[in-house]
């Protein structure tokens, strides 16, 4: 899967221009998390055709980059975040960020994941029968 990062000026509106563009074109944000430091934020988000979305925030002169990263349904229990951490964990692959979203299943839960290698820590959790999705169910 892959996710759009936006990143923002730490001051009032930055945020809403970026979201404004995005209701302008009609994109459906799918997920997303918002984080900052003194100086700067970063939006990321999952949304249909990332780079399609991507190269439209750059002509808007928006800092716009696609990073892979792993969608793994979690199951909506105590400790179901736990042990999805613990199996990449055990193999030594570090999370950089994590971020979640409910589905309209029940009891079904999803982890956004960025990890240095993806493609290394899909296969460990496919191994062990987790679902990992190629986009967000609607």
Known sequence: MKQISVFLENK???LHK????????????RALALADTADFGVLRFIAENPE????????????ATITPVIAVGVEDRPGGLCEIVGLLA???????????????????AYVVLRVENPEQAE????????????????
């Open 12 to 14: 009032p509106g930055s």
């Open 18 to 29: 970026v979201l404004q563009k995005l209701k302008e074109w009609g994109i459906n944000l």
């Open 52 to 63: 399609e979305v991507a190269e439209k925030l750059k002509q808007e002169n928006f800092t």
């Open 90 to 108: 055990e193999q030594g692959i570090s999370i950089e960020y994590l971020y979640a979203f409910v589905s309209p299943q029940k009891d079904k």
């Open 123 to 138: 296969a460990i959790l496919r191994k062990k029968g987790k679902e990992i999705l190629e986009k967000i169910p609607v």
